[in-house]
């Protein structure tokens, strides 16, 4: 994913790009120090920006207010503000606007790479589905999480919507999966896909056998376990 970061301390946006460096697929393609340079970054780059890190306290324009200019030309542009404002008439408007998350600084390496991959996996999940049900829409208005929280307590790193697609994915094969061919057919890495399907092993839901293939090289396939 391509990110500007719009901030008017260069120290501090040198911090953001080091801190994206910690987090896979995320390239910086431009830094600016003032809204003008913001929007001529937006506008040389074009369609190509997916992510905007924004301050709101800019020398020329407030990041707030240059949020209407930034929706009504790149509309696509996803915007999580970093901002020491703390004025609630702000952070009212940034949710009016479509922000994806509003930061208060100072910002830890922690907080900072947690939202970064919880933006990534909305991105993914958002670009995985063709038509939306409750289930997902209450996932992204934060309805359903709560509810799953309250039945069930995960372990860092699982979350219900991507185990209920690996449940899936694992139930329509009789023959099991590796973690490869599971992380193919969901469309995520075979990392995801072995975290989830271990945790499904851990809880019962599934099990693994060591498999040989044709070369004699031993394989991990999964098999959902059917109550």
Known sequence: MNVVIAEDDYRIAQIHEEYLSHV?????????????????????????????????YMPDQLGIDLLIDIREKHPAVDVILIT????????????????????????????????????????RLFNSISEVDQEVVDHFFGQTAVKQQQRIDFPPGI???????????????????????????????????????EYMVSIKKASVEQVYGVVGRPERHYFFKKI
């Open 24 to 56: 896979k697929g995320m390239k910086v393609v431009g830094k600016s120090l003032n809204a003008k340079e913001t929007m001529d970054l937006l506008d040389r780059h074009g369609q190509s920006v997916d992510l905007l890190l924004m301050d709101i």
């Open 84 to 123: 020491a404002a703390k004025e609630k008439n702000y952070l009212n408007r940034a949710l009016k606007l479509g922000v994806e998350n509003y930061l208060i600084k100072p910002v830890t390496l922690d907080v900072f790479i947690k939202t970064i991959e919880k933006y990534k996996e909305n991105r």
């Open 159 to 197: 979350d219900y919507l991507t185990l209920d697609k690996v449940s899936a994915v694992l139930k329509k094969e009789d023959g099991g999966l590796t973690a490869d061919k599971v992380g193919e057919k969901m469309g995520a890495s075979r990392t995801t896909a072995r975290r989830y399907l």
